[in-house]
């Protein structure tokens, strides 16, 4: 156990032992530099709310490098760097479901995006590769085999243009892009209307009267047109100087008002294009505020997400894995997790079937619902606890259980002994037929 000298000499405060000194820290910022911002004023309407539910949704779906049998069924993980990448940390600045999001929400806005490994163990260029590290790129010019992308770069704390090959870099376009992105698709169209009812609500509150004088006399000669605006000035005054904002007129002038609520269909326009893009998309209200049941959720899940995370995997597998992976039975899948949206009274009935039949393990139904896993082995035992079974499998269980336990109990050493003492006994009893044989 340290003593109190030693904890003092190797202790260290992260306020207390800075050499500030000894950091070259680069270019600083006030707000987070590699951020995804949206454009094409999605960040000014409703797409940002359906864009960035869907990216959330996206992230909480598991993607990991895993090995595959013979009829292609999941066996194992693969613990490597690009396991770790998609699942612990993707950079210095994202973990991996917030590389997902990251991933999701600019393929949304951009409508194609690059996912780009920024350190590898070799030149991704030449040899196979193991990822260390992996960002997000938007696509800013294509060439018949590269692409130019706008990458963030940790070390200098910027986003930057560099080239790289489309083989080493995976290309995910939107699924939705005839929706989403087109000059003409609904989504566009839902943009364009929000932005004129923005312009028509900034006229409304932009504190300006609309009001028409009408002078007691005709204005048609130059003369009478400079008393009329003379006039108007005077108004203007009257309201501009006064603190309550009250002015006066001649009991022969008379003034309208304009500044009444226009009657339009814009707003019947935005909820149609509305309602249509969320039937393209497969989204519901009830999705977007929380309050949709099962069989919503399951229709959006295999409608809305399920095609994105498709093209992304199937990318991340024709790049990143080689040939040879792919013939060692290497895969990126996807992992939805069936019970999330399962009540507690369901979820009794759910395990009962489950382990009743076979098809899960007690313990791997306690980790469902976030319990520890139990110490008795047949927790880890398909069977049916419902079935008595037989005696002689009964005493076959206690007598494996008894050796093991025995094996646990035994040191090396004594395991050694025990076994020479079982051969001598052996050798004895050969002797002994003999003498009575002979």
């Not at 800075?18 to 999605?42: A, E, F, H, K, M």
């Not at 070799?122 to 960002?135: A, E, G, H, Q, V």
Request: proline share 3%; hydrophobic share 35%.
């Amino acid at each position: 156990m340290p003593t109190f000298t030693d904890r003092l000499a190797h202790a260290w405060n992260a306020f207390m032992s800075r050499d500030p000194t000894s950091y070259n820290l680069g270019n600083s910022s006030y707000s987070r530099p590699d951020r995804v911002r949206l454009t094409r004023g999605n960040e000014r309407s409703i797409v940002n709310a359906i864009i960035n539910r869907i990216a959330v949704d996206c992230a909480a779906i598991k993607i990991q490098h895993v090995r595959l049998d013979e009829n292609d069924r999941f066996i194992e993980l693969i613990d490597d760097g690009l396991n770790q990448c998609l699942t612990v940390s993707a950079n210095i600045d994202q973990t991996g479901r917030a590389f997902i999001q990251d991933v999701v929400t600019t393929m949304l806005d951009e409508g194609c995006v690059a996912i780009l490994p920024v350190d590898t163990t070799l030149n991704p260029k030449t040899k196979s590769y193991d990822i260390l590290s992996m960002r997000t790129g938007k696509i800013q010019e294509w060439y018949p085999e590269h692409i130019k992308v706008k990458v963030y770069n940790e070390k200098t704390g910027q986003k930057e243009d560099i080239i790289v090959p489309k083989k080493i870099a995976a290309i995910i376009e939107n699924p939705f892009y005839s929706v989403m992105n087109d000059p003409n698709s609904t989504l566009q169209r839902l943009i364009r209307k929000l932005n004129i009812l923005d312009v028509i609500d900034e006229q409304s509150g932009s504190g300006k009267l609309d009001l028409i004088i009408q002078l007691p006399y005709t204005i048609k000669s130059p003369a009478r047109q400079e008393q009329a605006e003379e006039r108007r000035k005077k108004i203007e005054n009257q309201l501009a100087n006064s603190k309550y904002g009250i002015a006066y007129i001649d009991a022969t002038e008379h003034i309208t008002q304009l500044n009444r609520a226009v009657e339009n269909n814009l707003m019947s326009q935005i909820e149609f294009l509305t309602s249509m893009l969320y039937g393209q998309f497969g989204i519901t209200k009830e999705v977007m505020d929380g309050s949709a049941n099962e069989e919503a959720m399951t229709n959006y899940t295999n409608r809305t997400l399920e095609p994105i995370l498709t093209f992304i995997v199937d990318e991340m597998k024709r790049k990143f894995l080689t040939k040879t992976a792919r013939t060692q039975k290497q895969s990126i899948n996807y992992f939805r997790d069936p019970f999330k949206l399962v009540s507690v009274t369901n979820m009794a009935e759910i395990a009962d079937k489950m382990t009743r039949n076979e098809i899960m393990t007690s313990n791997e139904v306690r980790q469902v619902i976030g319990m520890k896993p139990a110490n008795d082995p047949r927790a880890d035992q398909l069977v049916n606890k419902n079935i008595s079974q037989s005696k002689e499998l009964l005493e076959d269980e206690m007598a494996v259980n008894e050796d093991e336990e025995v094996d646990d109990q035994m040191t090396e050493e004594e395991y050694m002994k025990h076994m020479a003492d079982l051969d001598k006994f052996d050798a004895e009893l050969d002797e002994m037929e003999k003498l009575a044989n002979g």
